[in-house]
T-cell receptor, first 111, second 116 residues
């Protein structure tokens, strides 16, 4: 089976740095994704990690440790528009990349 | 590039009727399309995976006779909710990938279904 855990809610201050953690237990692993989802909208792709280490993309970075079943998303220089839900998703099947999503972390950025 | 559209963006229907939702890849050919459902404050739950020209693969607990999926072309997949009930009210999102080996999925904007 698949089990993906992430905190339900987080609050951070504008301009600060926030780290959103995700732990997973899956049968098989083909990569981990982070998506951003604003309320009432579809998710938008942020990052994809398949090897251990840190991937940096502008203000967003994502880290993966396969041996620990652990990932985090790091958001720097937070802006008000970063207030959204952040979804951790794992692919585990061969062939088509079916995604199993965590419940998401609702991030609130405050002035 | 890689734009996916859904139609309608929202729909209200009466209990017992059927509703069809379209998912289109506008600027690429989508070998594989996925259908998700998201209830309020919940995460996305995969309902089914469809490959062009073949029958959809449904996730456990999803009734294939109730949620009819057709992936007739490389740019269009449809989800029909048959005999809708209020508990089917949800946010339905499709995504598409360019080929079976592509890891990236492009999500549509979603369809809000309300069954009264």
């Amino acid at each position: 089976g698949q089990n993906i855990d992430q905190p339900t809610e987080m609050t951070a201050t504008e301009g600060a740095i926030v780290q959103i953690n995700c732990t997973y237990q899956t049968s098989g692993f083909n990569g981990l994704f982070w998506y951003q989802q604003h309320a009432g909208e579809a998710p938008t792709f942020l990052s994809y990690n398949v090897l251990d280490g840190l991937e940096e993309k502008g203000r967003f970075s994502s880290f993966l440790s396969r041996s620990k079943g652990y990932s985090y998303l790091l958001l720097k220089e937070l802006q008000m528009k970063d207030s959204a839900s952040y979804l951790c998703a794992v692919t585990s099947g061969a062939g088509s990349y079916q995604l199993t999503f965590g419940k998401g972390t609702k991030l609130s950025v405050i002035p | 590039g890689a734009v996916v559209s859904q139609h309608p963006s929202w729909v209200i229907c009466k209990s017992g009727t059927s509703v069809k939702i379209e998912c289109r890849s506008l600027d690429f050919q989508a070998t594989t399309m996925f259908w998700y459902r998201q209830f309020p404050k919940q995460s996305l739950m995969l309902m089914a995976t469809s490959n062009e020209g073949s029958k959809a693969t449904y996730e456990q607990g999803v009734e294939k006779d109730k949620f009819l999926i057709n992936h007739a072309s490389l740019t269009l997949s449809t989800l029909t909710v048959t005999s809708a009930h209020p508990e089917d009210s949800s946010f339905y999102i499709c995504s598409a990938s360019r080929d079976r080996r592509s890891y990236e999925q492009y999500f549509g904007p979603g369809t809000r279904l309300t069954v009264t």
